[in-house]
């Protein structure tokens, strides 16, 4: 068992753009008859069970990736198929009972999806990763990158976290250290707010002259709808307004609701990060938006089954970070590749990966890993379709944020110009946005935080260490002098954070892995680490 | 030395996702639910590998099952087995635990051959149980299957010198034995932690191909495998109770909520899990029973004194034998028991079935099956039942496979009823059933291709009679003809030790949330409610904690009930200051009585009781601990 932990390509979580990365490049070394070796690790026990997106698929990119594939039997293809969007709605709601449906004609040509496809993220890393497998990729889930391992200049692979550890860090009977991870190439695909990616970026100064990433939530529910419904199939609508219009007009967002079929819809709502309520709870925020008149007349009868969070990179072209350096690359959502116009990042995810495969497969032919040679891979992203689609929305996250509390009144409008405005408008970190305001959301008697947490399937091990510390606990008391109250307990989707009495209690084990509290923590004090390989939530069609 | 494991793929009750739950027929669809390697074969895995890091030889994980199930063997292999064998084959499907046993023997058959070369030095590792059947039958049969010792309740092991010493828990505490022959069979419990994989051990792993053989490749006959070879059949799966039916009876005065309590709690005592009526059998005119014979109870002995959970049986027993015009029967064996009869005859025995012999004075699975299933087979019962006590688990599954006969694990329920399915007609058999799935749902069952219906019965579910010393019976002695090579193993020491008792196997249980405040206050509160409850009901209560509870440090991890803790059905459960969170309420929304004391009126978890009492804990406690004690003294007067 030597050299079983040597390998020519590693790609650090299996996401879409990991995915398509290592089909495309087992396809490549497949056809110079190369028995390079392509190998994909992932922190969640099975695949997909970590994967969250709306989604919309622009899947053109498949025909570049598996032609043929409408002819390919899975019956993922199938349902994706039968899945595409026939009526594309966007409606402005205002208030609790008022809406108004905006003519395609004023709906800007970026935000028409007729023609796309309504698929489950983990349901496409699924098929994606039988795929892989079958090209000869090796898939190994359950095993969660601790740090990266660097030496001369270099990203030289990565170390996997330790397992079998007690809640005060002490080994049990079963510990068994991380192995350390050796390839030519790392390529991080950790999707948004990847920790290993930022150690690279870090390390190498990736980020140096851009803007500060910007992101944004995405809390989103699976509702199974009766027979006879009032949503119907190949239907998403967008909203925007309530409830974030009137009250506040300066939270970013909107809402989604997408057919997943004839009786499944996946509603959820996107914020910005970058909100300033200090008691605001997207989840809450998500219960209210189900109570509007029209919401909860096209959801009439449903019954959510499933429930997930996720954060998204929205800073787009200005936040992106260099993507390459010594035997590393970076990818997908890791590299900020989300249109935040669009909301859109399936097709860049896999895009990205695409190209970094047609770069390694040349860097192994050479044995050559150095940044100048997988620069090839930045330039080609650069000239792709996502180089100048982001480019097109370049400002478009900092007209929203720069427009302030006017909001998407004028952010709307701002928007629709931003691609003239001169040069890069800047932007501030989301923590920064928090102030001592309430917005007072009453409940609306619907699901709560903890129910949901549970139809996330999420689970860890109860006495391993907690993958949540805090830099200086004694910053939360000033914390909630500060603001009020405790932001954490509102931000997470998850309830992780609960103040009784003043005094935190920590459930680490609710944790869905979104990453919100390393965003939003006002002070910056809470610090996220990756738990045990394994733990997580457990999505199948998020 | 070599090891074979036997590996379960089960499906992940841990873990139920919403959509799992068909809620109009109240029961789990099964492909919703994430499949993984049972538990306890986990920890027998680790038992296995641990034991090959000292001695040396090779583990081979054995499984059978769909062909995806070879997903544990990976698991077996990435955590430190050498090497995995899949036995997968459409004949073997829909197997009862003896169709499963018989292929499962021929495999370690072919093992041996092939594998280990003939090396008879081996040993058969299983967890002791698995968490979708919950028979613990598998591996008694297979160990009868192959005639050897079976070591069960397993918890660790040593080497004295060169040989090897297993402790295991029994009812009264542990002991420690050494096999005396290979191989032999040892079924783990609760051990350690599951072993973890590594990176470079998970990548070997996937490169290596497994062994896979059919049903022909091991030679199993068709007749013996599958449903065709299988003693029993489930006919009917349905809800173990809608918790959505529970009339939440809110009451504001302590004392009539504690007689409340009471009285369900005796009802519920005297009821079985199905809800039925008083109903008698009557044979249909001109029809014959199906089966013929006398209804047998094993009376477990402790010695000098019967267990008490025989003497329940023995009250089932007399209302099946009554309805079949038959007579009662207690099987008593062990060395200088006899004592025991007259209270066998008390509780409703019309005959004792009495064998002695000093080779049987302690509990051994091996001789005790060999007197068992010889006087079964002499005076042939047409029922015989067995207390789900550890020993019963043990004991009863081998009965069964030597006697060709159907056994059905922990029964809950049963009842004499005819049975018609297509052409097949059957009468006055004995309908069994059981709680399956880790209890979220009921399955009933019955015998077939049997000589005999066995089954093992819940301890506490059924009701005996009143002692009548003034009965008068039958002892009808039997010599056992066991011999030395029949224990197939070596008592060194026996410990005795009071028993501790989990939550997750309590009948009853307060459990204090994070309304508890304080530890302190779970201390002067929970306690003493749990106490007093104990004494009123007469049984012992445990405490548990919510997972807040846990967390806040007011009571160890092993006692949070929850999804991430222990799943709990006791027949009372009392939460005092648990709000009910979705993650508490999966742990315990099973329970048969569910009593809840909490200030806020709108605490979710009123929506699943039975009885709430809506109060500040400092009020209502003391105030029922206290009708607590006034009730029992006055029963007591």
Known sequence: MNEMNKMDALFVGAGPASLAGAIRLKQLLNGKNSNASVVVIEKAAKLGQHNLSGALFEADVLDELLPGWKERKEVFVTKMLANSVEKDEMIFLFGQDKAARLPESLVPSYMHHRGNLIISASELVNWLGGIARQLGVEIYTGFAAQNIVTGNGAVRGVKLGDKGLDKEGNKMSNYLPGDVLEAGVTVFGEGSLGLRAGEVIKEFGLDKGRNPPAYAIGVKEIIRLPEKNNFGPNRVIHTFGFPNSKLTPDVYGGGTLYSMGPNLVAVAIILGLDWRYSDLNPQLELQIFKSHRLIKELLQGGEVIAYGAKTLPEGGYYSMPEVVANGAMLIGDSAGLTNPSKLKGLHYAMKSGMLAAETIARAIEGQDFSRETLRTYQEELAKSFIGQDLRAARNYRQVFAAAGRAGIYLGAPLSLVQQWLPGKVGLKPDYEGMRKVRLNRKSTGMLDRLTEVSLSGTSHREDEPSHITFADPQECARCGEKFGCHPCEYFCPAEVYDFQDDKLVLSPSNCVHCQTCRVKCPLQVIRWNIPEGGDGPRYKMM | ?637
């Open chain 2, 1 to 637: 030395m070599n090891y074979i494991v036997l590996v379960k793929q089960v499906p992940d009750i841990k873990n139920i996702p919403n959509e799992a739950w068909d809620w109009e027929r109240g029961t789990l669809k099964r492909a919703f639910l994430d499949n993984v390697c049972n538990e306890l074969d986990k920890q027998a895995l680790a038992f296995a590998i641990r034991m090959k890091e000292q001695r040396g030889g090779k583990v081979i994980a054995l499984t059978m099952g769909p062909p995806f199930a070879d997903e544990v063997l990976v698991y077996a292999m990435c955590v430190g087995a050498d090497a995995g064998v899949l036995l997968t084959d459409r004949k073997l499907g829909g197997a009862d635990t003896a169709a499963t046993a018989y292929p499962l023997g021929q495999a370690i058959r072919k093992i041996k051959e092939e594998i280990f070369n003939g090396d008879q030095n081996y040993i058969i590792f299983s967890g002791m149980q698995s968490v979708d059947g919950d028979t613990a039958q598998v591996p008694a049969q297979v160990a009868e299957e192959l005639g050897i010792a079976h070591i069960a309740y397993a918890t660790s092991f040593s080497f004295a010198d060169k040989e090897l010493r297993i402790t295991r828990i029994t009812r009264r505490g542990s002991q420690t034995v050494a096999p005396l022959s290979y191989p032999c069979m040892v079924t783990v419990t609760d051990w350690t932690h599951p072993l973890n994989a590594s990176f470079i051990r998970t990548r070997w792993a996937q490169s290596q191909k497994l062994y896979t053989w059919s049903a022909a490749d091991v030679k199993a006959e068709e007749a013996r495998v599958g449903l065709a070879g299988s003693r029993t059949t489930v006919f009917r799966i349905f809800p173990p109770r809608d918790v959505s039916k529970r009339k939440c009876i809110m009451e504001s005065d302590a004392s009539k909520l504690a007689q409340m309590i009471k009285e369900t709690y005796a009802s519920k005592l005297a009821a079985t899990e199905e809800a039925k009526e008083e109903v008698t059998y009557h044979l249909p005119e001109g029809k014959t029973p199906s089966y013929q014979g006398e209804v047998w109870v094993y009376a477990e002995q402790e010695g000098k004194e019967v267990n008490a959970a025989c003497l329940e049986l023995l009250g089932k027993a007399v209302e099946l034998a009554r309805q079949l015009k038959e007579k009662v029967g207690a099987v008593l064996v062990g060395d200088g028991v006899s004592g025991i009869a007259k209270d066998l005859i008390a509780y409703g025995a019309d005959k004792v079935y009495l064998a002695e012999h000093p080779r049987l004075r302690e509990f051994l699975p091996v001789p005790y099956a060999k007197a068992v299933s010889e006087m079964v087979g002499k005076y042939l019962p047409q029922i015989i039942l067995f207390s789900a006590t550890p020993l019963g688990r043990e004991l009863a599954p081998r009965v069964a496979y030597r006697s060709n006969s159907g056994l059905t694990a922990d029964c809950t329920s049963l009842d004499i009823m005819d049975f018609k399915r297509g052409s097949q007609e059957l009468f006055a058999i004995l309908r069994q059933t059981r709680p399956a799935l880790g209890g979220n749902i009921m399955a009933s069952i019955i015998t077939q291709h049997s000589r005999v219906q066995m089954a093992t019965v819940r301890p506490g579910v059924m009701r005996a009679l009143k002692p009548d010393y003034h009965r008068t019976g039958e002892i009808v002695e039997y010599s056992a003809n066991v011999t030395d090579a029949d224990l197939g193993v070596r008592i060194i020491s026996s410990e005795l030790r009071p028993l501790t008792s989990e939550i997750k196997d309590a009948a009853a249980i307060v459990c204090g949330g994070a309304g508890c405040k304080t530890r302190e206050g779970f201390e002067r509160y929970i306690r003493p409610l749990a106490e007093s409850m104990g004494e009123f009901l007469g049984t012992e209560v445990m405490v548990g904690g919510s997972r807040a509870a846990v967390e806040a440090g007011f009571i160890e991890r092993s006692h949070q009930i929850g999804q991430t803790g222990q799943t709990v059905k006791p027949r009372i459960y009392v939460g005092v200051g648990v709000s009910g969170a979705v993650q508490h309420l999966t742990g315990m929304q099973n329970s048969d009585i569910i009593v809840i004391i909490n200030k806020d009126p709108n605490a979710p978890i009123f929506r699943v009781c039975d009885f709430g009492i809506v109060g500040n804990m400092e009020d209502v406690v003391p105030r029922l601990a206290q009708a607590f004690s006034a009730e029992r003294v006055e029963v007591a007067a």
